[in-house]
Nanobody
Framework: VQLQASGGGLVEVGGSLRLSCAAT????????MTWLRQAPGKGSEWVSG????????MFADFVEGRFAISRDNSKNMLYLQMDNLRPEDTALYYC???????????????????RGQGTQVTVSS
């Protein structure tokens, strides 16, 4: 299993970034996928998750409508579009595989079994 995130960088407050995650080594379309982040000196926190077909998405409260998660199962790719970025969004972002099963139309984050290398997002004020 490999998950390789990319697309991070340095951006000013209010700017945008699009993160990508390339998945290999497993049947991507069989798994819910998530984005997590870890700020300096803090623990990891869940950002967003998406169902196997992309029809169900969920976001942490702090996102406040600024991010969008999507996936392309034909390309084994996961994305996170981040708009109106804030300094507190500065963190290492990484994609992760969620092995849990959920009822149709429902998603509530329960954990991951594998995460890849992260991509750094830095928002300057």
């Amino acid at each position: 299993v490999q998950l390789q995130a990319s697309g991070g960088g340095l951006v000013e407050v209010g700017g945008s970034l699009r993160l990508s995650c390339a998945a290999t080594g497993f049947t991507f379309s069989d798994y819910y996928m998530t984005w997590l982040r870890q700020a300096p000196g803090k623990g990891s926190e869940w950002v967003s998750g998406i169902s196997t077909d992309g029809g169900v998405t969920m976001f942490a409260d702090f996102v406040e409508g600024r991010f969008a998660i999507s996936r392309d199962n034909s390309k084994n790719m996961l994305y996170l579009q981040m708009d109106n970025l804030r300094p507190e969004d500065t963190a290492l972002y990484y994609c992760a595989r969620d092995p849990n099963k959920y009822p149709a139309g429902v998603y509530y984050y329960k954990g991951i079994d594998f995460r890849g290398q992260g991509t750094q997002v830095t928002v300057s004020s």
